[in-house]
């Protein structure tokens, strides 16, 4: 079974650095072919995908978010990291982590994949 857990601060002021970390257990980051992804729901609104990390190590991100997105990861600790800069209130949402696949630059998720139960951000002075 495997399990993802989000963790980073609940708040966060305007124009700093949003940084979330995502640990994964009972499965490797690394295994063939898994798409390690980010995804948000802001208050009333609906899931916006950010993006993801490959298996392999490559990124691919949203565009209306790709200039202040940053994916990265930690092999060793089996953990991949976010980095949303210049946050504004807009940026207020629960974060996810999640696993899926790649079809075509798209990420998708189906019923054999898995999500983590999520994280409040709020963005406010």
């Known amino acids: 079974q495997v399990q993802l857990q989000e963790s980073g601060p609940g708040l966060v002021k305007p124009s700093q650095t949003l940084s979330l970390t995502c640990t994964v257990s009972g499965g490797s980051i690394t295994t063939n072919y898994y798409y390690w992804s980010w995804i948000r729901q802001p208050p009333g609104k609906g899931l916006e995908w950010i993006g993801y990390?490959?298996?392999?190590?490559?990124?691919y991100y949203s565009p209306s978010l790709k200039s202040r997105t940053s994916i990265s990861r930690d092999t060793s600790k089996n953990q991949f990291t976010l980095q949303l800069s210049s946050v504004t209130p807009e940026d207020t949402a629960v974060y996810y982590c999640a696993r899926g696949g790649e079809m075509g630059s798209s990420w998708y998720s189906n019923e054999d994949d898995y999500w983590g139960q999520g994280t409040q951000v709020t963005v406010s002075s």
């Open positions: 990390i490959a298996y392999s190590g490559s990124t």
